[in-house]
């Protein structure tokens, strides 16, 4: 059996400290004083003018999904091997989940099967990217 530990935290050595960092500064969610840092370094890096940092990949997901405009029917091709939110995103607005194989070597949606798995009524790609030490 193969074990993927898909939410096991990684620990690099000051986490620890920002994260009682936070809690002391009383914000610990939206837009407090470590999400402003985030904001700032990614429209520096970027070289853009505004960042929208949600809580979740699953609310990125949920507000890409309304700003495409989907309509009940459409087809949102998805990697077989993903989060349940991945799907759950777009099938709470209708949505179609077209489930794509993956790729042994990667566990990522395998490229190679998107034209076969197109549709009339697909409308969106959504390539989830496993984290490459899954495939290891």
């Avoid at 620890?16 to 985030?38: M, P, V």
């Avoid at 998805?78 to 607005?93: G, H, I, M």
């Avoid at 697909?122 to 490459?132: D, E, K, L």
């Amino acid at each position: 059996m193969i074990r993927i530990p898909l939410n096991k935290p990684t620990l690099l050595g000051g986490e620890l400290a920002l994260i009682r960092d936070a809690i002391r500064r009383g914000h610990l969610s939206g837009d407090g004083y470590y999400g402003q840092l985030c904001s700032t370094f990614l429209q520096k890096q970027l070289k853009i003018a505004d960042v929208l940092l949600t809580s979740s990949c699953t609310h990125a997901l949920e507000l890409a999904y309304l700003a495409m405009d989907l309509q009940p029917g459409d087809e949102v091709l998805t990697p077989s091997f993903t989060f349940p939110s991945t799907a759950n995103a777009f099938v709470l607005r209708g949505g179609v989940p077209a489930f794509v194989d993956i790729r042994r070597d990667t566990l990522n949606m395998d490229e190679r099967l998107l034209e076969r798995a197109r549709t009339r009524r697909s409308r969106v790609v959504s390539p989830v990217i496993m984290p490459a030490c899954l495939a290891r």
